[in-house]
Each structure stands twice: as C-alpha cells, then as structure tokens.
Antibody, heavy 123, light 111 residues
Framework: EVQLVESGGGLVKPGGSLRLSCAVS????????MNWVRQAPGKGLEWVGR??????????AYAAPVKGRFTISRDDSKNTLYLQMNSLKTEDTAFYYC??????????????WGQGTLVTVSS | QSALTQPRSVSGSPGQSVTISCTGT?????????VSWYQHHPGKAPKLMIF???NRPSGVPDRFSGSKSGNTASLTISGLQAEDEADYYC???????????FGGGTKLTVL
C-alpha cells in the first residue's frame, strides 16, 4: 500500500522557520520525482516545488512566491522528503501536501498524495 | 501566470451528468496535452482522476472522462453518485519555469 505521511506543521510567527517531512512507503522513493503542493484556506491548490531523483541530478525547482525562502531536499536512505521553510509570511499559511510526479517523458501528473500538514503563520 | 479558471460550484442529481470546465491559456492548457484532474474530499489526500487530458488511472470509474478544446479542458462525470460530492481541481503543465498550474477548484454538490 502506498503511503505518504506529512508531518512538522504547526504555528509559527512571521519571519520564522519550519521544516516539514514526508515519509514515503509503498513505491520506489529513490526513483521518484517528488513535489510539494499547498492549499491556503479557502483557496485552490498551488504548486510549491519539486526535487528530481538522485539519478536525474536531484535538481530542484520552485514557484516564484517561495523561491529563495523554501528548500526541498530528500533522504533516500530514510524514504523521506523535506521542505525547509524560512522567512515565513502570513500568506504561507496553508495545508502542505507531498506528492509524486511520474518521472516519464511525455506525461505530467501527480499520482500519489499525502493527507497534508497544516502550517499557520501568525503573530 | 494566474491559476486556471474553474467554476466555483456545480451541482446535479444522482444519475445525472455534470461537466466542470478549466480555462487557461495557450501557455498552459492550450499548449500541452498535460491536463490532469483531482478529486479532493476535505481532510483526505487528493486523488488523481484523469491524467494527460483524457486518461483514467486504474480503479477510477469510467463515469469520469476528460477532454480538451483549445485553452479549455473539461471533466465530465456521468451517472452522478453521492460519493462523487467533493472538490475537483484541474492542473496543467505550464512550461519549464512555472511548471504546474492548478485551478481554483470546483465544489460538486450531489443534490
């Protein structure tokens, strides 16, 4: 059974930092291109960023609103994805989901998702 | 780039069909056949329902179908069932700078 379990969410003050984790089981994590997607209260989904597999260079990409403040990393030995969030703003308040993107040319979609973890940025 | 445009809500009675639209631009929906649709029950993990415009993952009922014309993609749910009531999001690849754009979501109510 595929499982993606996010953790690490909570309440943080503006300007603060938080690190989210996503523990994965049920598929080959080391070969997966992993992404973070968020949903602010009452809003739609928003792609945050992704990290490729080590085989594909472990390169990262980020959405403009978080570029320079958020960092995605992975530990294949622990089957875990991370999202380091620095200089947090109130507009970063959201549920954060980890999701796998199929790493195959000629297709683009997210097939497995976690249930999300809530990050609240407030003074 | 702005989020893709979806109606905020749609509704239908059991057994009826509903269609949810997803409008983008030639830089996203119109430029690639990489539109996907996700069903989201609050508090649960989003679920992939359609990928690459019109393909269904295994396990998704054939009541769900997808299509695209120009800059607008559509998700049609036929033979509505009570368990179809959820939020639905479209997503499109938008190039190697923006990557993925999602719609604002559509709340489906089964009357």
């Amino acid at each position: 059974e595929v499982q993606l379990v996010e953790s690490g969410g909570g309440l943080v003050k503006p300007g603060g930092s938080l690190r989210l984790s996503c523990a994965v089981s049920g598929f080959s994590f080391s070969n997966a291109w992993m992404n973070w997607v968020r949903q602010a209260p009452g809003k739609g989904l928003e792609w945050v960023g992704r990290i490729k597999s080590k085989t594909d260079g472990e390169t990262t990409a980020y959405a403009a609103p978080v570029k320079g403040r958020f960092t995605i990393s992975r530990d294949d030995s622990k089957n875990t994805l991370y999202l380091q969030m620095n200089s947090l703003k109130t507009e970063d308040t959201a549920f954060y989901y980890c999701t796998r993107r199929i790493a195959v040319a000629g297709t683009y979609y997210f097939d497995y998702w976690g249930q999300g973890t809530l990050v609240t940025v407030s003074s | 780039q702005s989020a893709l445009t979806q109606p905020r809500s749609v509704s239908g009675s059991p057994g009826q069909s509903v269609t949810i639209s997803c409008t983008g631009t030639s830089s996203d929906v119109g430029g690639y056949d990489y539109v996907s649709w996700y069903q989201h029950h609050p508090g649960k993990a989003p679920k992939l329902m359609i990928f690459d415009v019109s393909n269904r993952p295994s396990g998704v009922p054939d009541r769900f179908s997808g299509s695209k014309s120009g800059n607008t993609a559509s998700l049609t749910i036929s033979g509505l069932q009570a368990e179809d009531e959820a939020d639905y999001y479209c997503c499109s690849y938008a190039g190697s700078y923006t990557f993925a754009l999602f719609g604002g979501g559509t709340k489906l109510t089964v009357l």
